[in-house]
């Protein structure tokens, strides 16, 4: 499992917001990734990426985090549209990280129109 805790550098700030905390872990059967990052207005967002050799089984969703303190799930995106072009073992997070973006893209899209 690796951690990554950097929030980029001047050339390649991650998009939507700044980076908090990201993880990535290889598992019996594919890997995951986790990454939060805070929006410009404060708000934490959490990914989850479970990529299983198995598409049923596979996940992505974003979360924001409440004031109650529980996170509540924004938006998904279903593993049919993304399972097929990942692969089956990797030990980085590379092909994941274009699925993060877009999530925490939307995510940001739909707490902007509150």
Known sequence: ?????????ATTPPPNGRRIERTFGEHRQGYDLTEIR????????RVRIHRDAYQHQSYAVVEAFTPAMTWTALTTEPASEWHAATPNRSSGPAPLEGLADRLFARADAILRTQ
């Open 38 to 45: 805070r929006t410009s207005g404060g708000i934490l967002l």
């Open 1 to 9: 499992m690796t951690d990554d805790r950097r929030d980029g550098d």
